[in-house]
Every structure is written in structure tokens, then in C-alpha cells.
């Protein structure tokens, strides 16, 4: 849904969203465009029981429910229900304005200034930062990427001093050197069918063969054209691909053959993690991955048309506490 009446800049949106009955209109009527569903059976026989308040809070505006009964399954639901805004207390004035934020912040956001932004403590703005990320995540294996692509890898640096031991020894044998997450990269160059480069990049555990060729057959379909480094892991690409190598020993450039598209991507990537969250655990980091992709993959729409790509895809996508948080603690930015 995109409207004369959508916001266009930052300080739009958050005036806009500033209202939560605004904010609400907004959102239901870019969840159910032609009629309000049941989001349990699907039924369009469902009755609006209007605006009631929880007791002791008349006239508060964000305290105001707005709740929906199905007459089918007899189920009451509301806006929220089975999005990433479900079982928030947070009302939609501030979750709207949080994903504008998130979605168009150039360099990233971090949890300290969006807490800032909208009035929340920074815990509450990184949980509801990652569900935002989580929405505009692109599912796995789902993009597809032809033509010619760029595939390359980098590391991204924790510190080793912070990491367990085991751990530590973990990052020390494998690749990269001590506390590096490894990333892989795969960019598919603009052409006269895709005006702008599109790029799919993974956390992952290692830069070996084993591990990257079946990311690569899983994203670029057979016989695309393939540009590398000359690291060992893309031999046996030709098989399937034209494979043309750049040896970086050399040149950056060889007859065509570069990897500059994702060194661009890999630059805008740890310029945003080293400026604004300053840590970032390597659980974590492909939330962050997914967030600078959406950002650059939709670089040439503007603020309005990413806010309204990323709340198009907020239905259907839940992420709860325990998912988030389940693997280790949090204490980024
Ligand atoms: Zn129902």
C-alpha cells in the first residue's frame, strides 16, 4: 500500500505514527486491504468490538485496544496477532516509526539511539530492532542470482579476548584468525534485466570448499557466469558455472574480472558495525547481515518505498523472545 497519505521523511513518520489510532488505520488497512480476516481461520466473518479499554486506563490512547471477534472459530484477535508486532506491549505509534527508523538509517541504527528516538529503554529498542530485522529477512535459498555474479568472502572482527575459551581456540584453528566470523558474499552485477547489483551474503563457519560450494549451487543458478579470487575453495566451480578468475596477488582487475561490488558491500557492512553497534556478537550477526542486504538490495527505492517493502513483510513473521535470545546473551548496541 503506498498512499499520498504515507509519510515520506523521518520526521512524516514519526509525526504520522505519533497517533496511535493513526498508526493502527495505517496498519490494518495495509494488512487487510479489501476486509479484516481472521488471522486463526482465515473467515471474513468477524465482527469489530470497537474500541474497548482495559480497566483504570480510560482515555489513555495508547492503552486503547482494538479487538476483533471471529464468528467462525470464536477466536478474538487483534492487528497484532501472528505479525512480528504480536504480544508487544508496545503500541503500533511506536513500533511504526521504529521500523522507518531501522529500515532507512544509512549506516544502521543502534539499540541506544532508537531507545533515544521513541522513548524506550535501550533493551526494549534492541528486541524490537531484531524483530524489524527479522521481517525484512529474506528467506533462505529463496533468491535466486544470475548473470554475471561476484562471489567472495571477508571476516568480521570480535575481539578474542572476549570470547570463551573454547571458543577462542575454535576461531584460532579455523580460518581467519582469532574471534573473525566468517561471511560469505555473492552479487549478482547489474545488467540491462536488473538495473541495480543485488546481493545474498551468510554467516559461515568456514571458508572451506565444502562449505561455500553448496551455498553457491544453492543461490546462482547453473550456468551463470562466476568471478572470484583465486582462493582454493572455488576450484571445481567450472563444472557447472563459467568460473573467471581475478588473482588479487596481481591485479584487482583482470579483463573484466573483479570482485569490487562486494568489497563495496563488504566496506558499507563494517563501516556500519564498527560506527554504530560497535559489537556485535557473532550469533547475532546475520540479523545485521540481513539488514544491510535489505538495506542495499532496495538502495534505489526511497525512504517511503523501503518502510512500506519492510511492513508489506512484517505479516506472517514472528520472533519471539526466547527464539532471539535463546543461543546467547545480549549485550550489543
Ligand atoms: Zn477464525
Redesign the pocket.
Known amino acids: 500500500m503506498e498512499t499520498s497519505e504515507t509519510p515520506k521523511t523521518l520526521l512524516e513518520a514519526v509525526t504520522f505514527f505519533s497517533d496511535e489510532d493513526r498508526a493502527h488505520a495505517f496498519f490494518v488497512a495495509m494488512r487487510w486491504p479489501n476486509a479484516v480476516t ?1 488471522p ?2 482465515s ?1 471474513a466473518n468477524v465482527g469489530n468490538l470497537s474500541v474497548s479499554r482495559k480497566p483504570g486506563q480510560a482515555g489513555k490512547p495508547d492503552k486503547v485496544r482494538r479487538v476483533w471477534n ?1 464468528k ?2 470464536k ?1 478474538q484477535f487483534t492487528a497484532k496477532v501472528g505479525t512480528i508486532f504480536e504480544d508487544s506491549p508496545l503500541p503500533l505509534s511506536k513500533w511504526l516509526p521504529a521500523v522507518w527508523l531501522v529500515v532507512n538509517a544509512k549506516n544502521g541504527i543502534s539499540s541506544h539511539e532508537l531507545g533515544r528516538a521513541l522513548g524506550i529503554t535501550q533493551k526494549t529498542a534492541w528486541f524490537l530492532a531484531h524483530r524489524v530485522r527479522e521481517a525484512i529477512q529474506r528467506g533462505g535459498g529463496v533468491v535466486r542470482l544470475d548473470g554475471v555474479v561476484e562471489v567472495d568472502e571477508t571476516f568480521i572482527g570480535g575481539l578474542a579476548r572476549n570470547m570463551h575459551k573454547d571458543r577462542r581456540e575454535k576461531a584460532i584453528n579455523g580460518t581467519g584468525g582469532a574471534g573473525k566470523t566468517a561471511v560469505m558474499g555473492l552479487l549478482q552485477r547489474h545488467s540491462e534485466k536488473v538495473p541495480s547489483s543485488k546481493v545474498v551474503a551468510r554467516v559461515v563457519p568456514n571458508t572451506r570448499r565444502a562449505t561455500l560450494t553448496p551455498i553457491i549451487k544453492n543461490v546462482v543458478v547453473q550456468g551463470s557466469e562466476i568471478q572470484s579470487d583465486a582462493l582454493p575453495s572455488y576450484k571445481s566451480l567450472a563444472s557447472e558455472y563459467v568460473h573467471r578468475v581475478v588473482d588479487h596477488a596481481e591485479a584487482y582487475v583482470q579483463d573484466g574480472v573483479h570482485t569490487n561490488g562486494l568489497e563495496n558491500f563488504w566496506s558499507l557492512l563494517k563501516r556500519t558495525i564498527k560506527g554504530t553497534h560497535v559489537h556485535v556478537a557473532p550469533y547475532h550477526l546475520f540479523r545485521y547481515l540481513d539488514d544491510q542486504t535489505f538495506r542495499f538490495n532496495e538502495r534505489t527505492e526511497n525512504d517511503q518505498g523501503r518502510f512500506v517493502e519492510a511492513i508489506s513483510t512484517a505479516k506472517d513473521r514472528r520472533l519471539t523472545y526466547k527464539r532471539l535470545t535463546g543461543k546467547t546473551d545480549q549485550g550489543e548496541g
Open positions: 481472521c486463526h481461520c473467515s471471529c467462525a472459530c477466536t
